[in-house]
């Protein structure tokens, strides 16, 4: 009889192909480990922090703040009701004939005055009420000083009016003179009167003066103290008076061409030394007269 040959079949499976590498990698291990019963975790879902780490960084927010807040407020309290922020010391800068004693009881800046209430405008105004000052600035110096710079007055001339005025070199009639400054050169010949009614007019003649009285200080013969007085008279305009008694004429001409004029004489042999009246506002020429 025939007999069936009966072969079973092999089935075979092949593992799929590797990568080179993959080989010499380590298994990856999920980077967010999933528990059972609970949702699959994607890597880009947020993490929250969990309470307890919310709640220290509440704390140390909230004492750091505090610390903050507490020594801002020591350090308010110190500068406002502190002894260092007061006022104990007022210094004058520029004063030499302004005695320190009268500028500081003009300025009325009290001792233990904190130093943010110190009123400055009120101290600079106070302090410009001395004859001598003719301006003045303030400022604070911490921790505890006001400095007062003071700008005082430089006399040039002596105003004769009913008593002598010193006269600075901006024009200001500022004080009488006392008997220890008599050593500057006297404007005369303008009348209280022409002072009080006509001020702007007294202001150009003082400002013509100062302005001869420059020319004579520049000039390279004459000096200052050879100059006695400077005369001014309506009419006919300025005249200077040396010590020698010599009585030049400058009028109402530009007064350093005026002196150049008198240097040339000077040159040809005129000596000032000798008392006589020199006319050097009579055109291109110039007349001397001996006095007696």
């Known amino acids: 009889s025939f007999q069936a040959l009966v072969i079973p079949r092999l089935h075979f499976r092949f593992p799929p192909p590797k990568h ?15 528990t059972p019963g609970s949702p699959p975790v994607s890597p880009l879902t947020p993490q929250h922090p969990s309470l307890m780490a919310r709640l220290r960084t509440a704390l140390v927010w909230t004492l750091t703040g505090t610390a903050t807040v507490g020594a801002i407020w020591t350090l308010g309290d110190a500068i406002a009701y502190g002894e260092t922020f ?21 300025a009325n800046v009290r001792a233990g005055t904190h130093l943010f209430n110190a009123n400055l405008d009120r101290a600079v105004a106070g302090v410009q009420q001395h004859p001598w000052v003719a301006r003045a600035t ?15 007055h430089i006399p040039t ?5 009913d008593e002598l005025w010193l006269v600075d070199t901006e024009a200001n009639v500022f004080k009488r003179a006392n008997t220890d400054l008599m050593d500057f050169p006297v404007l005369s010949g303008i009348s209280p009167q022409v002072i009080e009614e006509h001020p702007r007019v007294a202001r150009a003649i003082i400002d013509d003066a100062l302005a001869l009285h420059q020319a004579v200080n520049a000039d ?31 009028g109402f001409a530009d007064p350093a061409k005026a002196l150049d004029r008198l240097d040339h004489m000077r040159d040809r042999g005129l000596n000032l030394e000798t008392p006589q009246h020199i006319d050097l506002d ?3 020429v110039a007349i001397a007269t001996p006095l007696p």
């Open 138 to 152: 303030a400022r604070r110096r911490f921790p505890g000083s006001v400095e007062i710079h003071v700008q005082e």
């Open 20 to 34: 080179p590498l993959s080989e010499r990698l380590p298994p990856a291990s999920p980077a967010h480990p999933e």
């Open 282 to 284: 009579a055109g291109a």
């Open 157 to 161: 001339l002596l105003l004769a009016l």
């Open 220 to 250: 390279a013969h004459l000096s200052i103290d050879d100059l006695s007085e400077i005369h001014f008279e309506e009419r006919t305009g300025f005249s200077l008076v040396l010590r020698s008694g010599t009585r030049v004429t400058i």
């Open 86 to 106: 007061q006022v104990q010391d007022v210094v004058f800068v520029g004063a030499n004939r302004a005695e320190n004693t009268q500028l500081r009881h003009l």
